[in-house]
Structure formats: C-alpha cells, structure tokens
C-alpha cells in the first residue's frame, strides 16, 4: 500500500508564495514520475507539474515561470514552489506518483490552495 500525505496548502495573497510537499512510503526507486495535479471548482483535474525520476520536469503553460518542482529521491518527496500565485491558482491540489512494475498511479488526500485578489 503506497500512501500519500501532503502539507504546505493554505490561504494567500495575490503575488504571494506556497511551497507544497508530498511524502511517499515507497522507496523511491520504484517510483518513476512524481506530479502535482489541480482541480477548481466546477472544473476538472488538470496537469500542474511533472518530474521523472531523472529529474525532467513538465509544467502546465499557466504555470511555467511561477512554479517550480522539485524531488528528493532520498527523502521520498516532491515539492513544488508556488511563486506570484494569482487567484486563477485557487484550487484544491493533488499529488500523484506512477510506480515501476504495474505503472500504477496514486494520489494524495488534496490541499487546499486559496490565493485572495
């Protein structure tokens, strides 16, 4: 069983900054891509930011320049740095991992991210 638990979520200003954090109990090696997903109300889930094991990275074109992700294989985490967040960045956030063997994926409980105009 893999289990998923994020912090860093919370409410900010407009221009602010939110880093967020995802732990993993699995031993990094089986895990090939680490993400952050976003849902907004009324609206589906959508691709925030990728990074493989290798260290490439994808980001979402709303985010490229403001948001940064970032993985410590060691510590089995996934962080991703939230600059001049805008109130459009309001949504709940999820973190995802796709594991080696059965490519499985797995998703964290949510955090809440509220960015005020």
């Known amino acids: 069983q893999v289990q998923l638990v994020e912090s860093g979520g919370g409410l900010v200003q407009a221009g602010g900054s939110l880093r967020l954090s995802c732990a993993a109990s699995?031993?990094?090696?089986?895990?090939?891509?680490m993400g952050w997903y976003r849902q907004a109300p009324g609206k589906q889930r959508e691709l925030v930011a990728t990074?493989?094991?290798?260290?490439?990275?994808n980001y979402a074109d709303s985010v490229k320049g403001r948001f940064t992700i970032s993985r410590d294989n060691a510590k089995n985490t996934v962080y991703l740095q939230m600059n001049s967040l805008k109130p459009e960045d309001t949504a709940v956030y999820y973190c995802?991992?796709?594991?080696?063997?059965?490519?499985?994926?797995?998703w964290g409980q949510g955090t809440q991210v509220t960015v005020s105009s």
């Open positions: 995802n991992i796709q594991v080696s063997g059965n490519y499985a994926s797995y």
């Open positions: 699995r031993r990094s090696f089986s895990i090939i891509t």
């Open positions: 990074v493989t094991r290798g260290g490439s990275t």
